[in-house]
């Protein structure tokens, strides 16, 4: 059976971007400034950057760095993995 490595550490960081989207929607509803929308949205995207960011760390650090010692099929598997996910952020 495989296992993945915790991600645990991320969930602060992704209750705040909960948080902040949940303050969108409030301001949308009472029609609040649209930059101050934008704003809060802006701090949402970064948090939900940040925890994406340590996911893929997480991912580097234990998923790809075992699979640099296994065998080349499963270690071009996972580098094809991350240039895939890599190429949909153009």
Same mark, same amino acid.
Do not use: F, W
């Given at each position: 059976?495989?296992?993945?490595?915790?991600?645990?550490?991320?969930? +602060? /960081?992704? *209750? %705040? +971007?909960?948080?902040? @989207?949940? !303050?969108? #929607? %409030?301001?949308? =509803? =009472?029609? /609040?400034? &649209?930059?101050?929308?934008?704003?809060?949205?802006?701090?949402? %995207?970064?948090?939900?950057?940040?925890? =994406?960011?340590?996911? @893929?760390?997480?991912?580097?650090?234990? &998923? @790809?760095? *075992? !699979? &640099?010692? +296994?065998?080349?099929?499963? #270690? *071009?598997?996972?580098? *094809?993995?991350?240039?895939?996910? @890599?190429?949909?952020?153009?």
């Amino acid at each position: 059976m495989k296992t993945h490595p915790s991600h645990v550490s991320q969930i +602060a /960081k992704l *209750n %705040r +971007a909960i948080g902040q @989207l949940e !303050a969108v #929607r %409030r301001m949308i =509803e =009472e029609q /609040k400034y &649209c930059v101050d929308i934008m704003t809060q949205l802006r701090a949402a %995207r970064s948090a939900i950057k940040s925890v =994406e960011l340590g996911v @893929l760390e997480t991912h580097m650090h234990t &998923c @790809l760095s *075992n !699979a &640099c010692n +296994a065998e080349p099929e499963q #270690r *071009n598997t996972h580098i *094809n993995e991350i240039m895939t996910l @890599l190429k949909k952020y153009e």
